[in-house]
């Protein structure tokens, strides 16, 4: 059994989640640049990747790719 790192319950069923989401790298990155994972629940990763999926919609719109 391993611990989540975010809510610290053991279980046995355990995800790997990036610390920077996957989704947040364009699609140029190399594929040898290292993307941490840290184990969470399935829980909290589901949770999370709501949160992230929400900033990403609200951030890159307002990014401007002529700069």
Known sequence: MQKCIYCRIE???ITLDHVVPA???PNTTPLNIQRWKVPTCKRCNNNLGRAEE???M???PSI????
């Open 54 to 56: 929400f900033i990403r």
């Open 64 to 67: 401007d790719a002529n700069q």
């Open 58 to 60: 609200c951030v890159v």
């Open 23 to 25: 989704s947040w790298f």
């Open 11 to 13: 279980t046995e069923e």
